[in-house]
């Protein structure tokens, strides 16, 4: 053997050892996805060491016991290649068993061949050695094995590096370059290799330059992995933690083209047919102004903005992200989109239970107000006239001057009194609906009744302006104390003389009802207030006190029994409260 005497024998020996050392450190470094290139770069270096020794032989058995192992090599590299291209993308449904034993079948026959060609010789036909050349070569005459190994390792190359270049043609410039570099890798000395076989390339009528590429370019390919870390940021990694976030990920390049998405992108877009790599994101966003002034403004920042969906608006924040290279210069942003639809609900449900519970509280403290002043000053009133009468403080004919005014201030409180169970019930329970159909005017005919006294005690006239029944569908009660209170407000309210107006009507497949009157009228900011349901007081014609109590309760009742209360008012001129509620039927009472 003279390998140092043979330049081609001692490069291959020397650099296949470098390499080999190398790609063993490169594949206790990598992890189980990338290790495959280390893998086949070893079996290169298996290829080159003994194709060297082969180089330095100098008789036929020599060489032909060196290609034997060359073989382990030159039959196994395509398919780790084609393994390692199918693992680095992530192409897992190609990774099953069947799938790798069809890979190796070729190479496993093809070593099996090799080694036992002197039975069969379907690998080489002949071989000898050519003694024409500086220093010995074999020389061979192929078999039809030969041909079918040949076929499979060019397919088995193109096919990994198609594969390569098919996942990540559009991907971030970084991974791009890792496959540009891994294309070169495997095409090259494939491009050599064709060249061999053709003869056109064929020093000394013999040797084969193909290994020797290969080890070039994996020397390089190498350095690169540990210099730069070739392989630290795999694309395979990046590829399912993008498939895995339930937010959308858009990146573009300085084009404003689209380089790189992931699948829940098309959760936000309008028309999510239009995503694909290199589309510009002026015809993807071309609806979508904010989102375009966003990116042209090149600052990192977010927006909130709503898309039209069915059933209702989704709310998106975009965030942007912008990417720099070495601090030169944007060369790309990153959109992130995320769902702020229910955090939005979320948080108006949670400023409106705020502004109900400040209202609530606010209630809360006026009713203790009511209880300690409204209630307590009439009912120890009674209790001091009852008293002095007891003791002969006031005589008979005294309390009796006093009983009707005594009894004017019992029917406030007794309407008061109901006022207070009624919205305690509503707010420490709940208040459960007792839906029935009943005739509308036979209960204001009731409450007519009911408030006669304090309306002729200001000669007040209430009156009903209906011709013909009319049945709703609601909960009697709650009805009952909602035309009571609307009725009795428009007494207070009204001057000495005036006149009240019950009326009702039919309007579709509703009952309307209302109670008017002339008197002083609201203000367009109280008005506000009824419609927000906040409580406030006023006097009335005759300096009679209130609670604002009842007003509450009349628009919570009408909103629990599907209805729907308007107001008309004008100061000085009076009000008109309606009432609209579901129609009934007289036939289910």
């Not at 280390?38 to 100098?58: D, P």
């Not at 609906?433 to 007040?460: A, C, G, T, V």
């Not at 599907?562 to 009432?579: A, D, Q």
Request: aromatic residues 10%; hydrophobic residues 40%; charged residues 20%.
């Amino acid at each position: 053997m003279e390998i140092l005497s043979n330049p081609f024998s001692a490069t291959l020996v020397i650099s296949s050892l470098l390499i080999g050392a190398l790609s063993f450190y490169i594949a206790y470094m990598l992890s189980d996805s990338t290790r495959w290139i280390a893998v086949t770069m070893i079996l290169v270096c298996i290829w080159g060491f003994f194709y060297g020794l082969e180089l330095s032989s100098t008789t036929h058995d020599q060489m032909l016991f060196w290609i034997d192992y060359e073989y382990i090599g030159i039959s196994f590299m395509p398919a780790a290649w084609l393994v390692f291209s199918l693992q680095y993308t992530g192409y897992k449904k190609w990774q099953s068993p069947l799938i790798l034993v069809a890979i190796f079948l070729i190479p496993i026959l093809t070593f099996l061949a090799v080694i036992t060609n002197d039975f069969h010789h379907l690998h080489y036909l002949h071989t000898e050695v050519n003694t024409s050349s500086p220093f010995p070569v074999l020389s061979i005459e192929v078999g039809p094995w030969y041909y079918i190994h040949t076929a499979y390792s060019y397919i088995a190359f193109v096919t990994g590096t198609l594969i390569l270049w098919k996942r990540f043609r559009f991907a971030d410039p970084i991974f791009r370059t890792q496959t540009k570099l891994l294309i070169i890798a495997g095409f090259f000395p494939l491009i050599l290799n064709v060249l061999y076989q053709l003869h056109i390339i064929k020093p000394f009528d013999g040797i084969d330059l193909t290994p020797f590429s290969f080890l070039l370019t994996y020397l390089l390919l190498g350095f690169a992995i540990l210099r730069y870390s070739l392989f630290s940021l795999k694309p395979i990694a990046q590829n399912r933690i993008m498939e895995a976030l339930n937010r959308g990920v858009l990146v573009i390049d300085a084009r404003q083209k689209i380089v790189d998405f992931n699948p829940a992108l098309k959760n936000f877009c309008r028309q999510p047919e239009k995503i694909s790599i290199g589309v510009s994101i002026k015809n993807l966003f071309e609806e979508n102004e904010e989102i375009l002034d966003l990116i042209n403004s090149k600052k990192e920042s977010s927006i909130t903005i709503s898309i039209p969906k069915h059933p209702e608006d989704q709310i998106i924040k975009v965030d942007l992200i912008q990417m720099d290279v070495n601090k030169s210069g944007v060369y790309g942003e990153i959109l992130l989109f995320d769902d702020q639809t229910e955090q939005f609900k979320i948080n108006k449900r949670l400023r409106e239970q705020k502004k109900d519970l400040e209202q609530l509280n606010d209630l809360k403290d006026k009713f203790f107000s009511i209880i300690s002043h409204d209630l307590k000053g009439p009912i120890f009133g009674v209790k001091e006239l009852v008293y002095m009468t007891q003791t002969g403080l006031i005589s008979e004919e005294e309390f009796m001057e006093l009983l009707p005014e005594l009894s004017k201030n019992m029917e406030q409180v007794a309407i008061l009194l109901q006022n207070l169970l009624a919205w305690a019930s509503s707010q420490i329970r709940g208040e459960q609906l007792n839906i029935e159909n009943f005739e509308i005017n036979h209960l204001l005919q009731q409450q007519q009744k009911l408030l006669l006294r304090i309306s002729q005690e200001k000669n007040i006239q209430i009156e009903i302006d209906s011709t013909e029944d009319l049945w709703v569908s609601a909960d009697k009660n709650m009805i009952d104390l909602v035309l009571r209170n609307l009725i009795n407000n428009a007494i207070k309210f009204s001057k000495t003389g005036e006149k009240v107006l019950l009326s009702t009507s039919l309007s579709g497949n509703r009952i309307k009802i209302c109670v008017e009157d002339t008197g002083t009228g609201i203000s367009p900011e109280n008005l506000e207030k009824i419609h927000e349901g906040t409580s406030f007081t006023t006097r009335g014609q005759n300096n009679e006190s209130g609670t604002g109590l009842g007003l509450v309760l009349v628009k919570d009742y009408v909103d629990k029994n599907n209805g729907k209360l308007s107001i008309t008012s004008e100061l000085g001129k009076g009000s008109k409260f309606c009432l609209e509620l579901p129609k009934g039927s007289p036939e289910t009472t």
